[in-house]
């Protein structure tokens, strides 16, 4: 059955056509965060071409450098021009007409008029747990996806809170970071297990003299998800603060966003996010982990508190936030 987002809704009258946007304020060096944005990737590209050149070594010696090392380059290039796509396709995000989100589209719209954005492209995530992320490269390669459960949750200015904030995280070039860190940290990952496995059956046929230990790969294969885990904690806690802060600007007010994250955090609770992982659990404006992986992850997660945050929007109420 198709997904009807209007269901149970009041019915949204059509927008008009988009005029013509204003120009982007793209790549300009007033833009708060770019630069350390850009150089933070440049980073997590260089670490992670190292960090695979000492797991070749423990596998293979010197050869094992030269192909990890080739890995890492090539993952490096793949994942700048096609993470967006990749992050898409694990969470089953889907594109949608204007027809099938008028609401959604029309925030946008508002939204990125007032931001001087590229309109990003929307996708919906066939999913009744409510939640939302933004990513793309950068503003013109930008996409927004919902799920279906947000949609159909939170009231249309709740929603606009929302997207306003996932458009922050595109106006203050962000979502290159998370992106990449989500790949970075589910290829390291998937290494690491490979490793381990490898090593446990190298181990039954026995050692080589030319090869390493299998106490070296299994070393190896336990450090790779923790510091997988570590890149994660590369992205900041205070990219979310300052999508809330610039989200409530977009919006001028930001009542709508607090009043959507504490709606949020009880509609995660009452319907978990059944592909939840912690490799992109970072890129959703909520923490989609639930038990024991959201208790792990809560001690050095990416997400601050849901009531920190909502204090801190609160607060700016008193400062005259102004769109």
Same mark, same amino acid.
């Given at each position: ?14 927008? !008009? ?15 708060? $965060?770019? $630069? ?18 000492? $797991?070749?070594?423990? @596998? ?13 380059? @090539? ?14 396709? /694990? ?33 919906? %995530? ?29 009231? !249309?200015?709740?929603? +606009? ?13 962000? %979502?290159?970071?998370?992106?990449? *860190?989500?790949? /970075? ?30 106490? +070296?790969?299994?070393?190896?294969? %336990?450090?790779?998800?923790? %510091? ?19 989200? *409530? ?71 005259? @936030?102004?769109?």
């Amino acid at each position: 059955m198709p997904f009807d987002p209007q269901r149970g809704r009041t019915p949204v009258p059509p927008m !008009p056509p988009r005029p013509a946007p204003t120009p982007p304020s793209a790549g300009g060096p007033g833009l708060p $965060g770019a $630069g350390r944005n850009y150089a933070k990737t440049a980073v997590l590209m260089a670490g992670l071409v190292g960090l695979l050149m000492l $797991g070749g070594a423990a @596998v293979g010696g010197p050869r094992g450098v030269l192909l990890f090392g080739l890995l890492g380059l @090539v993952f490096n290039f793949a994942s700048y021009w096609f993470s967006d796509k990749l992050a898409l396709m /694990v969470h089953g995000a889907r594109p949608v007409t204007r027809e099938e989100l008028p609401e959604v589209y029309a925030s946008v719209e508002r939204l990125t008029r007032k931001a001087g954005l590229p309109m990003p492209r929307v996708f919906v %995530i066939p999913s009744m747990s409510p939640n939302a992320f933004a990513t793309g490269r950068n503003p013109e390669h930008a996409a927004v996806a919902v799920t279906e459960g947000i949609v159909r949750l939170l009231t !249309p200015r709740q929603l +606009e809170g929302v997207l306003a904030h996932e458009l922050a995280h595109v106006q203050n070039r962000d %979502i290159l970071i998370a992106t990449m *860190a989500a790949m /970075v940290a589910g290829l390291i990952s998937t290494i690491g297990y490979v490793i381990r496995w490898g090593a446990i059956l190298g181990g039954q046929r026995g050692d080589r003299e030319d090869g390493p230990s299998g106490l +070296e790969l299994i070393g190896w294969a %336990i450090l790779a998800p923790i %510091i997988a885990f570590l890149l994660q904690m590369a992205v900041s806690r205070s990219r979310e603060y300052g999508a809330d802060a610039t989200g *409530a600007a977009m919006m001028g007010d930001p009542e709508p966003l607090a009043q959507a994250l504490l709606a949020l955090e009880r509609g995660n609770q009452a319907v978990p996010y059944e592909h939840a992982g912690p490799a992109t659990a970072h890129l959703f404006i909520v923490n989609p982990l639930s038990g024991g992986a959201a208790k792990l992850m809560s001690l050095f997660s990416t997400h601050p508190p849901i009531e920190e945050r909502v204090e801190r929007l609160r607060a700016l109420r008193g400062g005259g @936030v102004r769109g």
